[in-house]
T-cell receptor
Framework: AQSVTQLDSQVPVFEEAPVELRCNYSSSVSVYLFWYVQYPNQGLQLLLKYLSGSTLVKGINGFEAEFNKSQTSFHLRKPSVHISDTAEYFCAVSDPGNQFYFGTGTSLTVIP | DAGVIQSPRHEVTEMGQEVTLRCKPISGHDYLFWYRQTMMRGLELLIYFNNNVPIDDSGMPEDRFSAKMPNASFSTLKIQPSEPRDSAVYFC???????????FGSGTRLTVV
């Protein structure tokens, strides 16, 4: 079975500062990795995904994530955050059976 | 493409009443998932279907919960009788392969008083 750990439940950061949201996973098989964003009172939206190939993937809104197989990590980064980035961020892993396993989420709060 | 459509967006009901939540997946997506989100437990997978057939319902909390998918374009999640602890946001999601990720609906916020 797969599992996903998001190491920080809340991350406050000042506007225009860089941010990293951490995600580790455990899996005995090859998996796909995803980051989703949930704005208040909305559903989850796909931010980016890693399927194969280059370990650095770029997503929407200036976010990027790096897949590290040896550390089983998939951390999300943004060099300069905006107020509008305030949201809940979920890391997820999917197995070949098309089932997703979500982390518990990281609440990012951007402070003016 | 209208995305995954859930109805209603909000539902307030009294304890003991039957509640039915509805979901229309994206056309062509043959996997459909029902999730529940609460502050205490986060996102929980309740059940998922493949080609209208329930594959894994181990997340359904108890017999008061039931889900059906009578055809490829419609699914329901029913709670009977409802209890205050069922209050949560219920999401439906669909995909045709995990390679593409899930597409989520906007959710139904259920309040049982």
């Amino acid at each position: 079975a797969q599992s996903v750990t998001q190491l920080d439940s809340q991350v406050p950061v000042f506007e225009e500062a860089p941010v990293e949201l951490r995600c580790n996973y455990s899996s005995s098989v090859s998996v796909y990795l995803f980051w989703y964003v949930q704005y208040p009172n909305q559903g989850l939206q796909l931010l980016l995904k890693y399927l194969s190939g280059s370990t650095l993937v770029k997503g929407i809104n200036g976010f990027e994530a790096e897949f590290n197989k040896s550390q089983t990590s998939f951390h999300l980064r943004k060099p300069s955050v905006h107020i509008s980035d305030t949201a809940e961020y979920f890391c997820a892993v999917s197995d070949p059976g098309n089932q997703f396993y979500f982390g518990t989420g990281t609440s990012l709060t951007v402070i003016p | 493409d209208a995305g995954v459509i859930q109805s209603p967006r909000h539902e307030v009901t009294e304890m003991g009443q039957e509640v039915t939540l509805r979901c229309k997946p994206i056309s062509g997506h043959d996997y459909l998932f029902w999730y529940r989100q609460t502050m205490m437990r986060g996102l929980e997978l309740l059940i998922y279907f493949n080609n209208n057939v329930p594959i894994d319902d181990s997340g359904m909390p108890e017999d008061r919960f039931s889900a059906k998918m009578p055809n490829a374009s419609f699914s329901t999640l029913k709670i009977q009788p409802s209890e205050p602890r069922d209050s949560a946001v219920y999401f439906c999601a669909s995909t045709y392969d995990s390679y593409y990720g899930y597409t989520f609906g906007s959710g139904t916020r259920l309040t049982v008083v």
